[in-house]
């Protein structure tokens, strides 16, 4: 690549902190919570394993006046690698410092055929939108969305960020195709919230059509994304589910060609936040079916976000071969200790408002944290600091947050 593509004192700018990152990836405790996680994903007692992501609070931490770099594309590789470094340097949770640096494929989609526009009141706030699908005829202008990858400009990319600080860091292409493959955030966005509500008792018809396009979609999207080789490893690290890391010796499969990536050598994962206050049985009726088959084609999934499991576990326990388990802020934890035990990793999601002031009060998150710990001794506990939107804009809540789950957790071992 010519020098010309960034300016000389971004490309600096950018070594230097992969050089601190790699430099962070070296220390001895890298490999010790590298292990953990192998041994916490395998259902082996350890201590409760500590992960915080603050989310939108990252925008609190590493703001527009610590960035340096004057390039747009520059400055999105910058912070990611600010954020990287605060994690290893600050935080001190048991996320490891990996020396490499993740992109994700060029790419775009061609939409569903209808028009889906959120409209917001401000960045990152709440939205607004009008449905697209009013009527069964609506269905029939559905369209499966077919993905469009720019090869040149990934690979563009790539040979730029090996050239800047290949040497320091592994550069690793990561497509990022779906966050969950739940389908009911879609579903709602095609429909509207209130309306899905009111065709569980009214328009059954409908909804089932939905659901049974949307399961056909994905299953065409795997399809694709498996036969154009264009799946990523994530258990060797990765973020998996609603939270925790994918570190697992059980994936890939046996057969696997070293190579080729195929959904059964993944961790899959699906939720369905939407139908939160949804009758068990109406969820086993509408969303359980359409799911099942995506999550049969993954090797070890992940069940579940904000919404609370306690009174659907008899149907989520059903799908194959789940490991990790969302247990929100709204779960019975007592019923979900009693439900989960040592067979599943129980991923504990404290309540993200405790950090959304200037300043936390320890004691009473202290507190929390200890009963918490109580009611779930015997379970493989994670507990996930997540889903912030504010963090009181003071970077000190998520370090003493991190602080006092980890003092809590070595406590009670």
Request: one cysteine or more; glycine letters at 8%; a negative charge.
């Amino acid at each position: 690549m010519s020098d010309n593509i960034l300016p000389s004192a971004d490309r600096i700018i950018l070594r230097r902190l992969a050089g601190r990152i790699a430099e962070l990836a070296c220390r001895p405790i890298e490999q010790e919570k590298r292990e953990l996680w192998y041994r916490h994903n395998a259902l082996e007692a350890t201590r409760p394993l500590i992960f915080c992501d603050p989310e939108n609070g990252w925008h609190e931490i590493i703001t527009p006046d610590h960035l340096e770099c004057a390039d747009p594309m520059a400055r999105e590789w910058e912070w990611n690698l600010r954020r990287l470094i605060f994690w290893g340097e600050s935080m001190g949770d048991d996320r490891v410092t990996e020396a490499r640096f993740d992109l994700g494929y060029v790419s775009t989609d061609t939409g569903w055929g209808v028009p889906m526009e959120r409209r917001h009141k401000a960045e990152g706030g709440s939205y607004t939108w009008d449905p697209p699908i009013k009527t069964c005829e609506d269905l029939k202008k559905l369209r499966v969305p077919e993905i469009r990858v720019n090869y040149a400009e990934t690979e563009r990319r790539r040979s730029l960020a090996g050239e800047i600080f290949g040497d320091l860091l592994e550069i690793r292409l990561c497509g990022s195709w779906w966050w969950s493959l739940g389908m009911t955030e879609l579903l709602v966005l095609l429909r509207g919230i209130g309306q899905v509500m009111i065709d569980m008792i009214e328009e059954p018809e409908i909804l089932h059509s939905l659901m049974a396009f949307l399961r056909d979609a994905h299953m065409a999207k795997l399809d694709f994304l498996e036969s154009s080789h264009l799946l990523s490893a994530n258990h060797d690290g990765a973020y998996v589910g609603s939270g925790g890391f994918g570190y697992t010796r059980e994936l890939p499969q046996p057969d696997f060609d070293g190579c080729h990536y195929r959904a059964g050598d993944l961790w899959g994962f699906a939720e369905s936040q939407e139908t939160a206050l949804v009758s068990p049985a109406m969820f086993e009726e509408f969303v359980y079916p359409y799911q099942l088959p995506l999550l049969e084609r993954f090797g070890l999934n992940c069940y579940g976000c904000c919404e609370p499991l306690h009174l659907r576990w008899h149907v989520v326990k059903n799908f194959p071969r789940l490991r990790r388990i969302s247990v929100s802020p709204w779960a019975d934890l007592q019923a979900m200790a009693e439900n989960l035990g040592g067979r599943y990793v129980f991923s504990m999601k404290p309540n993200p408002a405790h950090l959304a002031q200037s300043r936390i009060d320890e004691s009473f998150i202290r507190g929390n944290l200890r009963q918490a710990l109580e009611i779930t001794r015997g379970c493989r506990l994670e507990i996930v600091m997540k889903d912030n939107h504010t963090i009181g804009r003071n970077p000190q809540n998520v370090i003493r947050w991190t602080a006092i789950a980890l003092e809590e957790a070595e406590r009670i071992g």
